[in-house]
């Protein structure tokens, strides 16, 4: 006997039915809300229905996989993980949102929080969907709400043309998804997954083989489109560059783990028989790895270029992708709890980037890279925490992102897929490159202006005198001019007073600027304040000397101590007890090859793109 619609048990979908009924409220109140009075509590109360939703998304995990309306809404743990991931995602959004959307730009702010929540809700019904048809309506959900969010600063030039290349390309996208769709569809009779699992396994028995390989090509193409991998990535640069900074993120990290949940109902689902009958070995996986190799060296090599910080976040979204790609593609021996764990690391990641450059991007009306010079003397805190995001992106120990990219190693390396392990070490190396550009900037560079930074109370979470514009680390008000080239007793540095001047023992801390002269803050950087006091008496030729020196040392003991630090990691996590193939003297300098290459990446960062040789160079 068929459930009529009452007797399903409906708490199941309690976190859909919250944002739904959420939604729909603060439309009706937008409605009736007068002009001059602030939406922001609108996305209060979106905020508490997505905290809400969360809560009973927490709660149900552990239960047992619980079927609805037909058979085409599954509840389950991987379900309920991807749905926090999102809901995790879209309740950060709204908190950077609170404090960056301004009245002029965006006047529609109501429409922008339901938005949000619809837009995440495609997300969770995507995570949760049995069946082609809600899997194509979560996605299309998700999409439409996107571009709108793209496009809500409508005043905006550069907004509108990133939303209609953004609908353009997602259309298209969701074309190809579609077709390839029906061609399961043709070759099941059923729009059920399971029913077109078994089904598909029979098909190809029966020598259909061409029309399954043709419906998997269409949908990795449409894949390709939705997690902005390359080949297929050409929207995501001018699309992360038009938005408002809280849709960037937002399709930086709630988009992306939707998306990659789509990847898993399909392709582990509905093509599940005809991959262990061949399929994946001859055609998905070495496809996946094409993808996932190409997505990591044009996004780390073409993000090298950049100017932009959302243009090269972009990028860096493109190269992640195909970090993420590699688990699924390699089918390794702990593909999905790798992939999850690199997501959440990336969520918490990225949405941390977006925050501190939107407050950046606030104050110094710019979205450029060199926006973030002379960071540090403005708010050291600011800067600290966008260090640890930038060191954590780049996957340098002992972070997160350190963490998921090593996992995803092990993947590939337990699968034997040595190629793409050896690529994703070297653009690992090469995204030092671009990622240490903002640390630079932050460190090395001056501020043109002198004044604190004044940091939203919503987006420093709890930041002491975040609205007053004070800063931890002093009393000084964001508004109080520095004083170029002299310190409180009036003592210049260099011979002139335009270099950093000395106010505390701390090297590389509260100094003002005035216009900087390049090669005394250069040596002052490398060799600290004594040696640029002799420097200004013009006994800087033998301190030179004897610093290069130095820096040649240190270089050599930073190569070492990082090729020592790799090798101890990896005979220690045994590689040769994941691999088939190689064993013994193989398995052996496979480590010796990867210690080194890890072990002078890293010396490489720390001993030269922080500024060690390269600054004294400048001196000369």
Not at 231 to 252: K, M, N, S
């Amino acid at each position: 006997m068929e459930k009529s619609i009452i007797h399903y048990d409906w708490t199941v979908m309690a976190p859909e039915l919250i944002l739904v009924a959420a939604a729909a409220l603060m439309t009706l109140i937008d409605l009736v809300m007068r002009d001059r009075w602030d939406r922001r509590w609108l996305g209060a109360l979106g905020l508490a229905a997505v905290l809400a939703a969360g809560a009973f998304v927490v709660a149900g995990f552990g239960g047992k996989p619980y079927e609805i309306l037909g058979n085409t809404y599954r509840v389950d743990d991987f379900a309920l993980t991807f749905k926090a991931l999102i809901l995790g995602g879209t309740a950060l959004v709204l908190l950077l949102s609170f404090s960056h959307l301004d009245r002029e730009e965006v006047r529609d702010q109501g429409e922008y929080y339901y938005l949000l929540l619809s837009a995440a809700l495609g997300g969770m019904i995507m995570a949760s969907s049995a069946d082609l048809i809600t899997l194509f309506v979560g996605l299309e959900l998700l999409s439409i709400s996107s571009y709108i969010l793209v496009g809500v600063r409508k005043k905006r030039t550069d907004s509108g043309e990133a939303a209609w290349k953004y609908v353009i390309l997602g259309g298209v996208s969701s074309a190809f998804i579609l077709y390839g769709m029906s061609f399961l569809y043709g070759l099941a009779g059923s729009t059920n997954l399971f029913v077109v699992q078994q089904r598909l396994g029979e098909a190809y028995a029966q020598g259909y083989e061409s029309f399954i390989y043709l419906s998997l090509l269409l949908m990795i193409v449409g894949f390709g489109f939705k997690v902005a991998s390359a080949p297929f990535h050409t929207w995501a640069p001018d699309v992360y560059q038009g938005a408002p900074t809280p849709v960037t993120g937002f399709l930086a990290i709630v988009s992306k783990t939707a998306a990659f949940a789509f990847v898993f109902r399909i392709l582990i689902v509905a093509y599940l028989q005809p991959f262990q009958m061949g399929m994946w070995l001859k055609i998905a996986g070495p496809l996946l790895l094409i993808l996932a190799g190409a997505s990591m060296i044009v996004g780390n090599a073409v993000a090298l270029r950049q100017t932009n910080a959302k243009r090269l976040l972009a990028y860096s979204s493109i190269a992640h992708a195909g970090y993420l790609l590699v688990p699924l593609a390699a089918w390794g021996f702990s593909f999905l709890e790798s992939t999850l764990y690199y997501l959440l690391a990336y969520l918490l990641m990225t949405i941390g980037a977006f925050a501190v450059l939107m407050i950046v991007e606030k104050n110094e009306k710019s979205g450029e890279i060199a926006a973030f010079a002379g960071l540090y003397q403005r708010s050291p805190l600011l800067a600290v925490a966008m260090t640890v995001i930038l060191v954590s992106l780049a996957g340098i120990p002992v972070t997160a992102g350190f963490f998921g990219k090593f996992y995803i190693l092990i993947n590939a390396l337990a699968s034997e897929k040595l190629w793409i392990a050896l690529i994703m070490i070297a653009t690992t190396v090469v995204s030092y490159f671009y990622y240490f550009e903002f640390i630079r900037q932050m460190y090395f560079r001056p501020s043109p202006r002198g004044e604190k930074l004044a940091i939203p109370g919503l987006t420093a979470g709890g930041y002491p005198g975040g609205r007053r514009g004070h800063d931890r680390s002093g009393d000084f008000p964001a508004k109080r001019p520095s004083v170029p080239g002299r310190n409180p007793v009036g003592r210049r540095l260099c011979p002139d007073g335009t270099a950093p001047v000395k106010k505390n023992p701390a090297p590389w801390r509260g100094f003002s600027y005035g216009p900087v002269r390049t090669k005394c803050f250069a040596f002052f950087t490398a060799i600290g304040y004594d040696g640029v006091e002799r420097v200004a008496k013009g006994v800087h030729i033998m301190d030179g000397a004897v610093s290069l020196g130095l820096v040649g040392l240190i270089n050599i003991v930073m190569t070492l101590a990082g090729i020592g630090f790799s090798w101890w990691i990896l005979m220690n996590v045994r590689l040769d007890v994941f691999m088939k193939q190689p064993k013994g003297p193989q398995a052996k300098a496979l480590m010796i090859v990867l210690s080194i290459v890890l072990g002078h990446g890293l010396a490489t960062f720390v001993s030269d793109y922080l500024g060690w040789s390269r600054l004294i160079s400048q001196l000369f």
